[in-house]
């Protein structure tokens, strides 16, 4: 299995995704190569510096790089030679497994849709976000950004693309789904949740519960939590201000401490051809390190595929 992975994005790149991407290679298994891609006289500097010669680390050269004041959609096709065109090129050419980035999350998206398509079917690609829950469980939001406004059809979708990804990925047999609201009865919300309510309520797709509210969050109730793209990036926000907040406070508590971003790395963008993850601009070493990991993860679960067999 190769594992690319984007070194010049992010707010510490190049150094903090080549530390990461060292760290993964202790963690992951022996058959797992790993690809860096990015400009190679940054790259092969640190690698030496770290002592690090190996056969599961190659390095693919782009010298050019997709900031993240860059226009996503024009980015792309204006810079052929970054690190994300690269990366998305090999992705699509099928010469590395997966494609992971802290870079420029637009760009990402755009690269995913065009370069590698959405899987027929899938109305709108997503992305997700860890919920931790008290007792040490997790659950997931879905969408947290990439989908500001939704159709019925498209949460519809988006519970069966999460539904998917906690039973092969997160390995929840039979995953609860929530629908995010107002309040617990049928006829609250606005159009959108009263519509997707009535799609969501009789499915045979996956394990619909109801509706939940936002104190239902972090207690366990769903095992998947949908809405749209707009309400959850203001909770996905909100979960990285309550973990600022306790680490201001001086607060040490093992439960908060899941709250932070480094323990899970990144996320995949659900709905797409190939396996794609998208981390948080501001990642460290850590954080890398666990991205892709995750990229492991998903790619040994085949998600991607079953995804593909279930919208067929």
């Not at 992951?28 to 690698?47: A, F, K, T």
């Not at 919920?131 to 659950?139: A, E, Q, R, T, W």
């Not at 939590?225 to 406070?249: H, M, P, R, W």
């Amino acid at each position: 299995m190769k594992l690319g992975l984007d070194i010049s994005g992010g707010d510490f790149a190049p150094r903090a995704n080549v530390l990461g991407a060292i760290l993964a290679l202790e963690q992951l298994p022996e058959d797992v190569e790993l690809v860096l891609i990015g400009r190679e006289d940054e790259i092969m500097p640190i690698l030496k510096e770290k002592g690090v010669v190996s056969e599961r680390i190659s390095v693919v050269n782009a010298p050019d790089i997709i900031t993240m004041e860059d226009h996503p959609t024009r980015a792309i096709p204006q810079k052929p030679n970054s690190s994300i065109s690269v990366g998305f090129e090999l992705l699509a050419h099928k010469k590395i497994d997966s494609f992971a980035s802290t870079g420029n999350t637009g760009a990402m998206l755009v690269g995913s849709i065009y370069k590698v398509n959405a899987i027929p079917g899938v109305i709108r690609p997503c992305i997700t976000s860890v919920l931790p829950i008290v007792g040490g469980k997790n659950s997931i939001i879905l969408d947290v950004g990439a989908n500001a406004d939704c159709k019925p059809d498209v949460l519809y979708q988006f519970a069966s693309l999460g539904s998917l990804y906690a039973k092969n990925v997160m390995n929840i047999e039979n995953p609860r789904v929530g629908l995010l609201n107002i309040g617990e009865e049928e006829g609250k919300g606005n159009l959108l949740t009263q519509s997707a309510f009535k799609l969501m309520k009789d499915s045979d797709d996956f394990n619909f519960i109801g509706n939940i509210e936002g104190r239902d969050l972090f207690n366990g109730k769903a095992d998947v939590v949908v809405c749209d793209g707009f309400t959850g990036n203001i909770v996905l926000k909100q979960a990285e201000g309550i973990y600022s907040i306790a680490k201001d406070l001086g607060i040490k508590d093992s439960y908060f401490e899941r709250f932070n971003y480094e323990n899970y790395g990144g996320t995949p963008i659900l709905g797409v051809n190939s396996d794609v993850i998208i981390g948080h601009g501001i990642s460290n070493d850590i954080a890398v390190k666990n991205m892709m990991c995750l990229a492991y993860d998903v790619a040994s679960s085949e998600l991607t595929k079953k995804i593909k067999e279930a919208f067929t």
